[in-house]
């Protein structure tokens, strides 16, 4: 018997659903005393906004690899 899977089809973007998880998660930060919570909420804060950078850098049509790995192509040559 196979399991059916579920979809859910998404309503916003990614890029919206980052935001609003940053901005959540910083309101969280906001509310909290200070304490291990509280960074938590930051460092996840953090995480979605960094996310939320990859993304773009990803989608962007003038896609580059980092140096780094240009550089080592051309060492291998």
Avoid: H
Avoid at 14 to 22: G, S, V
């Amino acid at each position: 018997m196979m399991i059916k899977r579920t979809r859910v089809k998404q309503e916003k973007t990614f890029k919206e659903r980052l935001a609003e998880e940053a901005a959540r998660c910083t309101e969280l930060a906001g509310q909290t005393p200070p304490g291990v919570r509280r960074e938590m909420y930051l460092r996840r804060a953090q995480q979605v906004a960094t996310a939320s950078n990859i993304n773009d850098w990803l989608s962007s049509p003038g896609l580059e690899p980092p140096t780094e790995l240009k550089n080592l192509a051309r060492k291998n040559k």
